[in-house]
């Protein structure tokens, strides 16, 4: 059996215990959370999986050195006694990103730079020639992390931030990242037992994520490629098998709705559905919230409303008391999640949540709140035998303060920014025909990248030139738009 050895996943704060418990789900073993971080174990098939399958990481990590520093000739030193040439040579390039917190290294350019001497220098005196860096498309990826005194200087093997899962084809102002939507979806407990709605879908993120987590699809299937891929000890083979593996996906049997005012989000949002090929199981309409009708099916619906912070509206208070009205009185039995910024928002809405969860987006001290709506009095709810929170619920409740005054995390969080790619960006229309149209044309784009990945092997360009039309590897995008056009609001009817 292959060594098995450490990993890390990193991830964004409050996002750590869903990404512990998709690793485990995984079967990674040795699982500890930290602060935007998650420590694990595994072989190669485990890191080459927890960046294909993780909805909720944005980089792996493989540890490759621990030691202690007391200043900048110390990194330097230590990095210079690791053998480069077992992940290096003279022919590739390298980047080396630097994440620091330490009161003696301040500047984590600096450490980036005494790293890249380093090695540049150990070239040199065994080879007389050096590699060279590459800020853009490097064939090794190099992470180290200082805090305080102690160093973790690690192999990155996702390269570009997981959360660019690549079906997004337009953007909105402010989108909300991919991971975060994941965590709030996968938060909820939804997975794919009910419609799903976002009446503020923006670009629709959270419609395609919920699409990946309801049919249990990789959200790497996207993806064009992994920094581990120009390793010297990549297996093709075995991540081409679990590239190609599809046995655990699910088929979804009810349908994802999303919703805008802004008829230009709306056709952003259509195109990413449709690269995404999802438009079998997503329909995405113009409307106002405040028109929203109580859907005949159950339902799930989570959002996330403009907070006056990078984007807003009108009359910001104004749209909360309307999202609180609107959920009183027509999403009756159903639970709404919201994520917003602002205490005065949320208490616009007027509503009683039934758990608080502190969420970061980028730099903003966020609330996620879950909503369980019924219809009358919460006395003859609570009398039907139903309830309004659970045990574990009322515990998380009793551990979260509310919103702070002085946002303490802020400005931690602003310079961590500095550092990290992605951190900071911040009815049953069902029908069988379709799923089985968006299955085969994901096949497709497997068959298709198959072949590129064999012309590649005999020394040719992967890509087709083929008009435009071939596609690259990770491509489940484009293909005819056959989703079925729904009225708005009216669920349950052709």
Not at 386 to 398: D, Q
Request: glycine residues 8%; proline residues 3%.
């Amino acid at each position: 059996m292959e060594q098995e050895f450490e990993l890390i996943a990193k991830t964004f704060m409050g996002l750590e215990p869903i990404l512990a418990q998709e690793l485990t789900q995984m079967g990674a073993n040795n699982v500890q959370t930290g602060r935007r971080m998650v420590s694990f174990s595994g072989n190669k098939e485990t890191m080459y999986r927890a960046n294909f399958q993780l909805h909720t990481a944005i980089k792996i990590l493989k540890p490759i050195k621990h030691f202690k520093a007391a200043s900048a000739d110390d990194v330097y030193e230590e990095i210079k006694k690791i053998d480069w040439s077992e992940f290096l040579d003279n022919n590739k390039t390298f980047a080396v990103d630097a994440v620091v917190f330490s009161e003696e290294f301040r500047h984590s350019k600096f450490v980036a730079y005494k790293v890249k001497d380093a090695i540049v220098d150990q070239f040199r005196e065994k080879t007389g020639q050096r590699p060279n860096i590459s800020v853009t498309n490097p064939d090794i990826r190099l992470n180290i992390h200082i805090a305080e005194d102690k160093c973790t200087l690690s192999l990155d093997s996702s390269g570009e931030s997981l959360h660019r899962r690549g079906y997004r084809q337009e953007s909105v102002e402010a989108p909300l990242n991919e991971v975060l939507a994941a965590g709030m979806i996968l938060m909820s407990g939804w997975k794919g037992d009910t419609d799903f709605i976002d009446p503020m879908c923006g670009s629709g993120t959270l419609l395609v994520e919920a699409a990946l987590i309801a049919q249990n699809i990789a959200p790497g299937v996207f993806r064009k490629e992994y920094a581990f891929e120009k390793w010297n000890d990549f297996d093709r083979e075995l991540f081409d098998s679990i590239y190609n593996d599809d046995s655990q996906e699910r088929e979804f049997k009810h349908h994802i709705y999303g919703y805008d005012i802004d008829m230009k989000a709306v056709n952003t949002a259509r195109m990413n559905v449709k690269a995404a090929g999802m438009s079998g199981i997503i329909t995405v309409e113009n409307a106002d919230f405040k028109d929203f009708k109580q859907p005949e099916n159950k339902s799930i619906m989570i959002t996330n409303p403009p907070y006056g912070e990078r984007i807003s509206t009108p009359n910001l208070l104004g749209t909360y008391k309307m999202i609180g009205e609107t959920l009183k009185h027509q999403f009756k039995n159903n639970e709404a999640w919201v994520l917003s910024y602002r205490q005065e928002c949320f208490d616009q809405i007027g509503l009683r949540p039934s758990i608080k969860i502190p969420l970061y987006n980028g730099s903003l001290e966020c609330e996620f709140r879950k909503y369980q709506m019924f219809d009358g009095k919460l006395k003859d709810f609570r009398g039907s035998g139903k309830i309004l929170k659970t045990e574990e619920e009322k515990k998380a409740m009793a551990e979260k303060g509310r919103f702070k005054k002085n946002r303490e995390f802020k400005r931690r969080l602003e310079e961590e920014a500095e550092n990290e790619e992605g951190d900071i960006r911040s009815f049953k229309f069902h029908s069988h025909k379709f799923d089985e149209f968006d299955r085969k044309e994901r096949n497709s784009r497997k068959a298709e990248r198959n072949r590129d990945r064999n012309e590649e092997r005999n020394g040719r360009d992967r890509r087709r030139d083929d008009k435009g039309k071939g596609f690259e590897r990770g491509a489940r995008k484009g293909g005819k738009d056959f989703g079925k056009k729904g009225k708005r609001y009216n669920y349950g009817k052709d």
